[in-house]
């Protein structure tokens, strides 16, 4: 009996064990950016804003992994293409700024910007080291071109944010 016992025992103990183990691995397997909600803003210029041709674009940021890029792209009304900026905001494994806060001196050099009165959106993806490749690729490839991208691409993770601006 009592080695019968022991095994019994044994076996909720190791099926214990197995449980807290596939719960491990179970939330390694979490996205650690879901845990930790990513939240970028944009406090200046509000949407609706005129603005010279330079101008600076500034905002705060929370919870932006250091694998990260934050980029701000521009769609021309008139075209309805993405040009994304040539540097990104934030760089990849640079180190943040430690009271959570971008700024970007915005010069548009796209034909589709020049003029009074033409609108315009700017808006805010995050890109990762693959990503960023990408992207500098294609700002390569449009350098001095009005196609802009149709899209962004799928795995870039554009932030939902629309600044509508005109420019003065």
Known sequence: MFIKDTWKDQGVYLGIIWIIVLCSIGFGFLNIEELNKVEVSVINPDTGSSVN????????????????????YTVPSMTKKYYPEIVPV??????HSADGSWEYYYIPSINEFKGVGKSFQIGIFISNKTDRIYIEHEITRLNGSTNGMGQLPGRIQDMGIKINITKM
């Open 90 to 95: 934030i760089k990849l494994n640079n180190a």
């Open 53 to 72: 041709s330079q101008f600076v674009i500034y905002g705060s940021f929370e919870n932006i992994p250091e694998n990260k890029d934050i980029w701000l």
